[in-house]
């Protein structure tokens, strides 16, 4: 979210600069393990239809967000695959009556195609005839976190923007015009009500699977879900625990997913772990994003949850309006609050 924000407010022609508690391969930031996902229907089943109609505004957004950018990022809308394995057939039901009443809130949301396995084996054919039956979400997206986040700081670098790296401040420690507190989860000591909702994921490398869009599959606790990156990497996730554990991936967690991949195609076996990551979402009480002003032109953007990269385009619209027009028409229309401290 401060990459982003910096950069429009840099393009907009103000004098930017960054504070970042850690460098510039955004480690410590949920963003670097997050699967960048943008689905907002398929998402409609476990939040509010406010995110639901911000997400719809980040699908389209983000491709002219990434004009600007000098290098290319990987993105695409060929939808979300839904799967379910036959002993999670009450539970798909029960996704799939979600996501029709979501559709009736937001008639302008693509409705959900109902497939059968030769469909399934049309849109996946390497999937083949393992599932017999799945949910297309069309125009559903993704997009590559790591290739924006570069692609965003070397054109925030070439638009002359300062870059503080390891150097985590507090709000009132910037003395600016105006301050945007994007701190995640590292905003807690100053608005308590955040918490982490830790979550872990895999990288695989697997060069025998091709998959054309990310796969959800069905799951009693958590919507577990394979998103292909380029060049045959593919982020598996994520578990969603109640906790502000770091600490490395459990025995549980990877047995878990990896045998969710395994399922889907058999061609995960022979791939490589690249890597294991545990990062957590910052996350508010209703599970909503906020923007909270704590000062006159002190604004504190958080909450982002499991939606950062769906919502983000919406978030900085409605913050480039506060700084624009002191108010702001999106917001309301997103039914996101400014709240005052
Ligand atoms: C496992 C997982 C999977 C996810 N999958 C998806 C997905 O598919 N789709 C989706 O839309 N979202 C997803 N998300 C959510 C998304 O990653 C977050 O919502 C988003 O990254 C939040 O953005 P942010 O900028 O608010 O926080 P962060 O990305 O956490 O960035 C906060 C930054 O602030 C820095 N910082 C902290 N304290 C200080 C300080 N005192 N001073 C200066 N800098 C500081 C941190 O170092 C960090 O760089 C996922 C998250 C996780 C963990």
């Keep these: 979210m401060g990459r982003l924000l910096a950069l429009a407010l840099a393009r907009a022609g103000h004098a930017v600069q960054v504070f970042e508690a850690g460098g510039p391969e955004a480690e410590g930031a949920a963003a670097r393990v997050a699967a960048a996902m943008l689905a907002p229907l398929a998402e409609s089943a476990i939040t509010e239809t406010s995110v639901v109609q911000m997400g719809q505004h980040g699908l389209t957004r983000w491709p002219e967000l990434m004009a ?39 008639p302008s949301l693509p409705a959900p195609q109902h497939l059968d396995a030769a469909a399934i084996a049309t849109l996946e054919p390497t999937i083949g005839n393992r599932f017999s039956q799945g949910l297309l979400l069309p125009g559903e997206g993704q997009l590559d976190n790591r290739g924006l986040l570069n692609a965003l700081l070397l054109q925030l670098q070439q638009a002359g923007v300062a870059m503080h790296w390891h150097s985590p401040r507090q709000p009132e420690d910037v003395h600016s015009d105006w301050v945007f507190d994007c701190r995640g989860l590292g905003a807690s000591e100053q608005w308590p009500a955040l918490r982490a909702v830790r979550g872990e994921v895999l990288r695989l490398h697997a060069p025998g699977v091709e998959l054309q869009r990310p796969v959800r599959l069905v799951h009693p606790r958590y919507p577990l879900y394979i998103a292909p990156k380029p060049g045959n990497v593919f982020v598996v996730g994520a578990t969603e625990i109640e906790s502000d554990d770091m600490s490395p991936m459990s025995v549980r967690s990877s047995l878990e997913l990896l045998s969710a991949a395994y399922s889907v195609h058999s061609g995960f ?27 006159p032109r002190t604004l504190q953007i958080n909450g982002l949850y499991r939606h950062g990269f769906l919502i983000a385009p919406a978030m900085l619209d409605v913050v480039l309006e506060l700084v624009q027009h002191g108010a702001s028409a999106l917001a309301a229309q997103f039914d996101l609050a400014i709240e005052e401290a």
Aim: net charge positive; charged share 20%; hydrophobic share 35%.
């Design 269 to 295: 076996g022979e791939a490589r772990i690249l890597e294991s990551a545990t990062q957590c979402r910052p996350t508010l009480p209703n599970n909503l994003p906020a923007i909270r002003r704590i000062k």
């Design 68 to 106: 600007e950018l000098d290098t290319p990022v990987f993105f695409q809308r060929n939808g979300t695959l839904i799967l379910w394995h036959r002993q999670d057939a009450s539970e798909a039901s029960r996704f799939g009556q979600q996501l029709a009443a979501t559709c009736q809130q937001l």
